[in-house]
């Protein structure tokens, strides 16, 4: 049953503007950016093949690039579940193109 689930996109929702904790995601905790370990989690788990943060924050997002995850930020464009929307559904036309242009080359 594990095949069935073998292409598992990790969409983290990572706001810069947290209005109770300001700058939360980008706040040290034992040495490392708070957002550290969402990411890391998210690359420790063995379904997940491809991690995407969504942002508005470019701090945020270059703390994921160091780390390797693809982000995409939408500043000041969508919020919050409408920018974690954008980000699947770009990801889903992508793998779709990708399996559409491996079925036609056969």
Known sequence: ??????????????????KRIPGKNVRM????????YTIRFAQLQKRINKIVISTDDYEIKDIAEKLGVERMTFAGVLA????????????LKTD?????????SK
């Open 80 to 91: 919050g579940m409408k920018r974690n929307k954008e980000v699947s559904n770009n990801f």
């Open 29 to 36: 905790f034992s040495g490392k950016p708070l957002i550290y």
């Open 96 to 104: 779709i193109l990708k399996t559409s242009k491996k079925v036609s």
């Open 1 to 18: 049953m594990a095949e069935k689930y073998n292409n598992i996109l990790a969409v983290i929702p990572a706001r810069g503007g947290s």
